[in-house]
């Protein structure tokens, strides 16, 4: 038993006040077999063998981290230094890093991969969806799926991250490696298909083509969508019913009518606009809305180079006008949503005991203290995590 929680935020509104983070003061959880047992008012606790004392802090389900990119090899800290002094952001720089992860070895991506998972942990997130995209060959996109995968089960076959230099001028050719020998190697190893979609990557057409292709063979589909400009992506992600449009920072009307009306969640990634110093997406006008909002990191070595979903809490709420209340739901179990999963992120009977105990009493202040490393312990099946797969 997990005793002395100053506040639990269980993640139902089942539970505790009533409010969509159903909060509890003065709790106690209760795990059996890494699962949630219990929660409820310490005082009402049922008896358990043994007693782990919270000490007043505040415990939150674990993190889910909906959106990454960590298979990759090389550093791009000068484009971001270049950025920092005017540049503009370029998803051309997609192809540098494609080609220093098809020059590494497996054992090289594999390290930077577990370190990066390793790194997440340590800052509460327990559950994680992994990218393939910097590979672009059949070879190198099968490999980091497969190296995903030892972490992961949400793994998604991103392809169509960018054409690779050698398809220069061919966009067909491209897609046709991708909906064809590409997905043969990547079904295996993948249970999502995502398409950057986008001016300087895939038009509207090539997206849906690619992502079809994958439904078809049992994946399921999501998005990167109306980052860098206004364009289909979001029309395109309810058309197919995918589970999440991300990014969603330029959006008509109509994209938010189509967010609203439709069963995809709108994953918000503001650190990329910390990153690439944008204007942040409309947070507010979503939640208000009526649209599902996830957080996610989006980590990765171009656009934004975080791992922390904390950092990504803060700026959401400081930059993108949510509440810490909002911020940390859309961040657990906005994230879940966005995965499709109903298991985590929610600190609810029969759920995995995945938590993160806060050096905090509320989780207020992952936003009012940024940059401060609260995450105390982040506990993977009810108990403090030291194996490195996530969720
Ligand atoms: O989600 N938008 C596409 N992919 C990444 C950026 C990748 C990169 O610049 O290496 C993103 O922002
Ligand atoms: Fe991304």
């Known amino acids: 038993m997990l005793d002395g929680i100053g506040l639990l935020a269980t993640g139902s509104a089942e539970y505790g006040d009533g409010s969509p983070l159903g909060e509890i003061a003065d709790a106690a959880l209760v795990a059996d077999d890494g699962r949630v047992a219990w929660v409820g008012p310490r005082q009402q606790a049922p008896a358990a063998d043994t007693r782990v004392d919270a000490g007043g802090r505040c415990v939150l389900p674990g993190f889910v981290d909906s959106h990454s990119h960590l298979v990759f090899a090389g550093d791009r800290s000068a484009e971001f230094d270049a950025r920092m002094a005017g540049r503009p952001y370029e998803a051309g720089g997609i192809r540098t890093t494609v080609a220093a992860t098809r020059a590494a070895s497996d054992e090289e991506l594999a390290a930077n991969l577990t370190r990066l998972v390793a790194e997440m942990r340590r800052q509460g997130t327990t559950t994680v969806e992994i990218k393939s995209g ?99 992506g979001v029309q395109l992600a309810g058309e197919l019913g995918a589970a999440s449009a991300d990014h969603c920072t330029y959006l008509s009307d109509a994209d938010v009518d189509v967010l609203a009306s439709s069963e995809t969640v709108a994953t918000l990634l503001p650190g990329v606009e910390f990153s690439t110093r944008s204007p942040y997406p409309d947070a507010r006008r979503l939640l208000d809305s009526g649209v599902t909002v996830a957080l996610a990191t989006d980590c990765n070595p171009g656009s934004c180079f975080t791992s922390s979903m904390p950092f990504c809490i803060a700026l959401a709420v400081r930059e993108m006008r949510m509440t810490p209340a909002e911020a940390v739901w859309s961040a657990t179990v906005g994230g879940a949503t966005a995965l499709r999963r109903t298991d985590v992120g929610r600190l609810i009977p029969g759920a995995p005991a995945d938590l993160v105990v806060l050096d905090a009493p509320s989780y207020v202040h992952l936003a009012y203290r940024p940059g401060v490393p609260l995450v105390a312990q982040a506990w993977q099946a009810g108990r403090p995590a030291s194996t490195p797969r996530l969720r």
Do not use: S
Not at 149 to 159: I, N, V
Not at 162 to 184: K, R, S
Not at 210 to 225: E, K, N, Y
């Open 134 to 232: 910097y590979g672009l060959t059949v070879r190198d996109e099968a490999r980091a799926l497969a190296l995903a995968k030892q972490h992961t089960d949400e793994t998604t076959f991103l392809g169509a991250h960018v054409v690779p230099a050698e398809y220069a001028g061919d966009m067909p050719g491209y897609v046709e490696l991708v909906t064809g020998e590409m997905l043969d190697a990547c079904v295996p190893h993948a249970r999502w298909i995502d398409v950057f979609c986008e001016r300087a990557a895939f038009d509207a057409d090539a997206a849906r083509t690619i992502l079809t292709a994958g439904m078809a063979r049992g994946l399921q589909a999501r998005i990167h969508a109306n980052q860098l400009g206004p364009g289909l």
